[in-house]
C-alpha cells in the first residue's frame, strides 16, 4: 500500500499491472529501508544514550539532523493539506537517497572508530527513530518489527534529551524537530559534494577506471567555495576514492586530465599514468561509431511512414525516446573523444 501514492494511473493501462509495478516499487523501498536499519543496528554495540553537544557534531551529522528537520516540517505542512502522494514520495527520496545512500555510506568510518562511535551512533539512533514515526502510518508492518528490534538495542533514545521510547510507532508521539537544526546554506554545501562525488564517480565509470585507484581532484571557483569543499574534503577520499589537491581561482586545468562544470565550480582530474590514452582514445572511437549505427537505425525506422502510421502510438514514441537518448549518449562520448585527442 505504501507504493499506491507513488503512481498515477494511466486509464489506458490494465489495472493489473498498474498494481503490480506499485506494489514492486513500494518492496524495493522496504527493502531498502530494512537492510539499511539493519546496518545500522548492527553498528550499536555499545550504544549508551547520553545528550549530544551540538559542537560534538561532524557536519555530516548536521546536515543529516537539517535535512530531517526539513523534511519533518514539510511532511507536517502537506498532511495537514491531506497531501498523502507528497508526503510519500518525500519520504521515499528523503529516506532512500539521503539516509540510506549518503548518511550511512559517510557515517561508516566513525562507527568503526572507538572515539568517534558513541556520538555517530546517537546521531543514528535519533535518524532511524524518527524515521520509523514518520513512515509508520504508510508502512505499518515494517516500521513496527523494525521498532521492536531498535527497542531491544535503544530503548533509550533522543539527542537533547534522551527518553525511554514508547512501545509500538502506532502511539509513538508525531516527532518534532528543533528549528535551529535547519541549515540551508550547510545543505547547499553538501548538495556542491554529492554532485562532485557523483561527477568523479562517473569519471570512473566512462574511462573504465577501476574503483581502488586513488585520484586527484582540483576544482576552479570562488573563494568562498573553496574553503566549503576544504571543510568537507575528508568526504572525498571516502566516498569516491579522490583527494581534493587544490581548490580556488588560481587553479588552472592540468594537461590530459577528465573535467566536469557544476553550477559555480569546474572540476578536473587529472588522468596520466592512470589510462592509456591512445587505447582509450581507440575504444572511444569504437564506441562513437557503433552508437552512430545505433542513431541511424533508429531514423529509419521514424523515416518509415508505414511504421509512423501503422506502429501503435506508445511503440513510436518508444523509437523516439531510445533515438534520443542515443543522441545524448553519442554526444558525451564525442566530447570524451575531443578530450581524448587535445590531450
Known amino acids: 500500500q505504501y507504493a499506491s501514492p507513488w503512481f498515477e494511473p494511466d486509464p489506458g493501462e490494465p489495472l493489473a499491472r498498474i498494481v503490480s509495478e506499485r506494489f514492486e516499487y513500494g518492496r524495493n523501498f522496504c527493502n531498502k529501508f530494512w537492510n539499511a536499519a539493519r546496518f545500522a543496528m548492527m553498528n550499536l554495540e555499545g550504544y549508551s544514550p547520553a545528550p549530544v553537544a551540538p559542537d560534538q557534531l561532524f557536519l555530516e551529522d548536521k546536515w543529516i539532523l537539517s535535512r530531517l528537520a526539513t523534511v519533518n516540517t514539510e511532511l507536517s505542512s502537506r498532511l495537514e493539506k491531506f497531501e498523502f502522494d507528497s508526503v510519500t514520495r518525500s519520504l521515499r527520496d528523503f529516506t532512500w537517497n539521503e539516509f540510506c545512500d549518503w548518511y550511512l ?5 566513525r562507527l568503526r572508530d572507538p572515539e568517534q562511535r558513541p556520538v555517530a551512533q546517537s546521531v543514528l539512533v535519533h535518524v532511524l527513530d524518527t524515521l520509523l514515526r514518520l513512515l509508520a502510518p504508510f508502512v505499518p508492518f515494517v516500521t513496527e ?16 534529551d534522551p527518553q525511554r521510547t514508547e512501545e509500538s510507532p502506532a502511539i509513538a508521539k508525531w516527532p518534532e524537530t528543533p528549528r535551529e537544526w535547519r541549515d540551508g546554506l550547510l545543505e547547499t554545501r553538501f548538495n556542491r559534494l554529492q554532485e562532485m562525488v557523483v561527477a568523479v564517480r562517473n569519471i570512473r565509470a566512462v574511462y ?3 574503483p581502488g585507484v586513488p585520484l586527484k581532484l582540483h576544482v576552479h571557483c570562488q573563494p568562498e567555495v573553496a574553503q566549503d ?11 569516491a576514492r579522490v583527494m581534493l589537491e587544490s581548490a580556488g581561482l588560481e587553479v588552472i586545468r592540468p594537461a590530459g586530465s577528465a573535467n566536469f562544470s557544476l553550477g559555480d565550480a569546474d572540476g578536473y582530474v587529472p588522468l596520466e599514468g592512470i589510462i592509456d590514452r591512445e587505447k582509450e582514445l581507440e575504444r572511444q572511437q569504437k564506441e562513437v561509431e557503433r552508437l552512430k549505427k545505433l542513431i541511424d537505425s533508429q531514423d529509419k525506422k521514424l523515416a518509415n511512414q508505414s511504421f509512423v502510421a501503422k506502429a501503435p502510438a506508445d511503440v513510436v514514441e518508444s523509437v523516439r525516446d531510445t533515438r ?3 543522441a545524448k549518449q553519442l554526444a558525451n562520448v564525442e566530447e570524451i573523444v575531443r578530450s581524448l585527442s587535445e590531450g
Do not use: Y
Not at 105 to 109: A, I, T
Not at 147 to 154: K, V
Open 324 to 326: 534520443n537518448s542515443l
Open 145 to 160: 518489527e523494525m521498532w521492536h528490534r531498535l527497542a531491544e538495542i535503544a530503548p533509550v533514545r533522543g539527542l537533547t
Open 208 to 210: 573504465s577506471i577501476a
Open 229 to 239: 569543499l576544504r571543510e568537507v574534503s575528508g568526504q572525498f577520499d571516502h566516498l
Open 105 to 109: 555510506e559517510m557515517v561508516k568510518p
